[in-house]
Structures are given as C-alpha cells and as structure tokens.
C-alpha cells in the first residue's frame, strides 16, 4: 500500500505496529537456528536452510508435519528458551522488521499491543489497515473485541 501511494504521488507517512518487533537468532545446534520474539517463544526455525514453522496448519494432520513441529518446538524451541535464558550459546538479537520497511523514509515501527487501548494512538491516524491479527488463530472473541474496539478509536 505504502508503495502504490508514492507511485501515485502521495508522500504518506505511515505507522507500522507490532507487539513483537524485538527477537533473537540463536544457534541451538551446528546448522541450526531458532528465530525467536524476545520472550523467548519460536517464529521460525531454520534447520539446515530449510524453513520449518512452529504453529500448524490443518494440512498438517496428513503429512505428518503435526509431529515433525511438535518435535521442533518440544526440541528446538526449548533449547533455545534455555539458551536464553542462561545466556549460554550463540544468541544475537535482531529487529523483526523487513529490510524493505528499514530503508523506507516515512514509515515508523512501534511496539504496540493491539488488545490494549493506547491513548497515543487515538484519533492519530487518517487510515487504518489491520491485516493478520483479525483472526481467531491469534486470538478468542474476547481479545478480538478488544482489538476492534481499538482500532476504530
């Protein structure tokens, strides 16, 4: 979106939020990496230069990658949280934000959590574009609500 403005001559200035713009990159084993936010908790992992998501999905069920993540997550995840958590290993922090959204002059990341009312935020901005968090794999009815409830301050 904030590409196909500046293409049509508008110099928006845009707010990007996210509860987790923080993580670490920690190299649980020879070849692999555990991408995680900064409590700890995996996002991805990186096994030999393949891609391997904690979270399922319902396709899961009938390739057999149910147990290849659950084993991920029991093996890889909590080593890493170990990791962390001692600070032992090879843990590098890093900013979970695209390089793309780095280099862009006019957008500005915050941490935000969108289930609670953020006073700074209200009455702020011209546009509103809620993408991937309206969704009840994130969160229950309850905090979806709330999140809502939110973003039309």
């Keep these: ?6 293409a ?3 110099m928006p200035a845009v707010v990007g939020t996210d509860i987790a713009i923080d993580g670490r990159l920690v190299k649980a084993y020879p070849g692999v990496r555990v991408l995680t936010d900064e409590a700890g908790h995996p996002l991805q992992y990186d096994v030999l230069g393949r891609v391997v998501r904690p979270w399922g999905r319902r396709a899961d069920y009938a390739t057999g990658m149910l147990a290849v993540r659950a084993l991920a997550n029991a093996w890889l995840g909590g080593r890493a949280q170990r990791l962390i958590k ?18 862009a002059s006019n957008v500005q990341i915050e941490k935000n959590d969108i289930v609670v009312d953020t006073p700074a935020f209200r009455h ?27 973003i039309v301050r």
């Design 86 to 103: 001692h600070g032992d290993g090879d843990v590098t922090p890093v900013r979970l934000i695209s390089p793309r959204l780095k280099a």
């Design 1 to 6: 979106l904030y590409e196909r403005l500046l």
């Design 8 to 10: 049509c001559g508008h």
């Design 124 to 150: 702020r901005f011209d546009f509103i574009r809620a993408c991937n968090i309206l969704n009840r794999g994130y969160f229950d009815e309850e905090a979806l609500r709330r999140a809502m409830a939110n």
